[in-house]
Each structure stands twice: as structure tokens, then as C-alpha cells.
């Protein structure tokens, strides 16, 4: 069983910067592409980034303009959200999702919460202003 585990929110002022990880456990392959996705209450989840566990490709939503970075160790099985600027906007719960995705079939749809099979708790981030 696949497991994701959230660490790293927290409260920060308007321009400040946090790093989100998602350790990784249960997994017996590098075919799981990672996402990140954020829900403030009363919103819809909605995508953050995206990154291909082979090759390293990444995405991103076009609101972010650059802000966030997605990364991953491939030694520790953990994928990283940089997040740099924060604005109040950016309060949400984040989760982290996995995808098991061996030939990058599904990549097309990385932006899209069905696409990810393996979900953590979130952790809850707070930008105060």
C-alpha cells in the first residue's frame, strides 16, 4: 500500500517561503509521477504542480507566475514544494498525489485531481497579511 505523508506547512507572513514535502512509503517502482494541489475552504481542490518521476518534467499553474518550484529526491522517495512570494490567496490546505504512470501516458492530464491515485492528509498552509 502506497502511502504519502505530508510535512512542512505552517503560518508565514505575506513574502515569505515555505517547503513543503511528501515522503513517499509502500512504493516498488519510480513509475508514480507526483502532484501537488491545494484546497481553501469552500473551494474546489485545485492544481499547483506536477513532475515526472523519470525524466523530471514539470508543470505548473499558469497563476503561480514562477512563485513555486516542484522538485523531488529520488534517494528518499520524496517529492519538494518550494513555495516563495506567498500571498494571503495562497492559504489552503496542500495535498500531495501520486500517479502510477510508467510511459507518461496520463501526463496530458496531470492537472486533473482524478488522474492521482495515492493522496495524503494535506497540511494546512496559512499566509497572513
Known amino acids: 500500500q502506497v502511502q504519502l505523508v505530508e510535512s512542512g506547512g505552517g503560518l508565514v507572513q505575506t513574502g515569505g517561503s515555505l517547503r513543503l514535502s511528501c515522503a513517499v512509503s509502500?512504493?516498488?517502482?519510480?513509475?508514480?509521477?507526483m502532484g501537488w494541489f491545494r484546497q481553501a475552504p469552500g473551494m474546489e481542490r485545485e492544481f499547483v504542480a506536477a513532475i515526472r518521476w523519470t525524466g523530471g518534467s514539470t508543470a505548473y499553474a499558469d497563476y503561480l507566475k514562477g512563485r513555486f518550484t516542484i522538485a523531488k529526491e529520488d534517494a528518499k522517495n520524496t517529492a519538494y514544494l518550494q513555495m516563495n512570494s506567498l500571498k494571503p490567496e495562497d492559504t489552503a490546505v496542500y495535498f500531495c498525489?501520486?500517479?502510477?504512470?510508467?510511459?507518461?501516458?496520463?501526463?496530458?492530464?496531470?492537472?486533473?485531481?482524478?488522474?492521482?491515485?495515492?493522496w495524503g492528509q494535506g497540511t494546512q498552509v496559512t499566509v497572513s497579511s
Open positions: 509502500g512504493r516498488t517502482s519510480n513509475w508514480h509521477d
Open positions: 498525489a501520486s500517479a502510477p504512470d510508467q510511459l507518461g501516458i496520463t501526463w496530458g492530464a496531470r492537472s486533473s485531481p482524478s488522474r492521482y491515485t495515492y
